[in-house]
């Protein structure tokens, strides 16, 4: 069956229907990683977004239900060039179009992913719409602009409704629900953290009910200056306790000291991005999943320890005085390599000197 991939500007892109049949739009993104689309489907940042996939050949490992970062698909849609429908891997447990069908994902395929990324990348971001029931371009091209200028509480969406515990032995660490991913839990758990997942519109003074001895705001979808409520609850926690941010979280943690934000001509998605340390001076190839930035025009009372490579963007933020750090990259990976891991033992460190420091104060 046929299928359109049309964007906001008329640029039109034929394939075939792929996963359920329908019509789905949001912003469109590509993301360059070789490996990972189960979690790629699951991940919550992608929550309203339409994943081009670069790697051209998707699903010959299958899905095996074990590499989920989510309790569920959260992208609008899906853009492949070429899908595995008969995958080989002694996990699998479904494949890709099984999956797809299954979760009611409307995707397309055979279509130029290559064409369509430089595409974007010339471009910039934009909207589209992907639809196997309507063929008129016109209509469709409509519908993505209209579908773009609609505001969405895409962290509302993604975030759990009420608060879970995940006991341990160790540092109690609660974490701000934005749009985690399961991986972030997981490298936690493994340090023995115990862990209170809250809402993503949790007040500080609920946070700090919890007694916690860290508190981590998490990756998510959107854009960070759509949530100044949340912005006004982190800036009264910073005070009170070690504060690390992933992702989104690093972005609302600059929105909170006072840094601006911006939106990147058309986001860093994927598992190859060259990131220096500017503390120690490594490189580590990191995983990302943003289409915003905090800017170099005004960090007060901050120092920037993180740059992209390719680009020069920030990538990592801690403030000179208090015990509060971020970065905008995925130490946790899920899809993606394990440079950065080592972060998680940092912030656990951290706790550690905060609580040394405060029974020396007592």
């Known amino acids: 069956m046929q299928a359109l991939l049309v964007l906001e500007d008329g640029k039109v892109f034929k394939g075939t229907a792929l996963g359920k049949k329908g019509t789905t739009w949001g912003e469109v993104v590509f993301n360059t990683s070789m490996t990972g689309y189960e979690e790629i489907l699951t991940d919550p940042s992608y929550r309203g ?25 959260h992208l609008a849609g ?34 130029d992913t290559r064409a369509l990324t430089r595409y974007i990348r010339e471009k910039g971001s934009m909207y589209g719409v992907i639809s196997s029931e309507n063929d008129d371009i016109n209509q469709l091209m ?30 109690r660490i609660v974490v701000m629900d934005f749009g985690v991913k399961y991986n972030i839990l997981r490298y936690l758990r493994s340090l023995e953290a115990d862990l209170i997942i809250v809402p993503y519109d949790t007040t500080a003074e609920e946070v700090l009910d919890y007694n916690p001895d860290g508190i981590l705001l998490s990756n998510g979808p959107g854009d960070p200056r759509d949530l100044p409520e949340v912005v006004e609850e982190v800036k ?39 990131v220096k340390n500017l503390i120690n001076g490594r490189i580590v190839i990191t995983t990302q999943n943003h289409g915003y930035a905090i800017a170099d025009s005004h ?28 970065l905008q990259y995925h130490p946790e990976a899920g899809p993606g390599p394990v440079d950065s891991h080592s972060i998680f033992e940092d912030f656990i460190n951290l706790l550690q000197e905060d609580r040394a420091k405060k029974i020396v104060n007592f």
């Open 49 to 73: 977004q339409l994943v081009t996939l670069t790697y051209p050949l998707i699903g010959n490992y299958g899905i095996n239900g074990k590499d989920l970062e989510s309790y569920a698909p």
């Open 78 to 111: 899906l853009i492949i060039k070429e899908a595995c429908f008969k995958p080989n891997h002694w996990q699998t447990r479904n494949n890709l179009i099984g999956y797809l069908n299954k979760e009611k994902i409307i995707g397309i395929s055979d279509i």
């Open 142 to 171: 409509n519908l993505a602009r209209e579908k773009g200028r609609q505001k969405r509480e895409l962290v509302k969406e993604v975030s759990l409704k009420r608060t879970t515990r995940i006991p341990g032995r160790g540092f």
């Open 236 to 274: 009264k926690l910073v005070n009170y306790t070690p504060v690390f941010g992933i992702c989104l979280g690093h972005q609302l943690l600059g929105l909170a000291f006072g840094a601006s934000i911006y939106k990147l001509k058309f986001g860093h998605h994927g598992g190859n991005h060259p």
């Open 299 to 326: 960090l007060p009372g901050l120092e920037v320890t993180h740059r992209n490579l390719n680009d020069g963007t920030i990538e990592g933020i801690r403030h000179k005085e208090l015990p509060v750090f971020s």
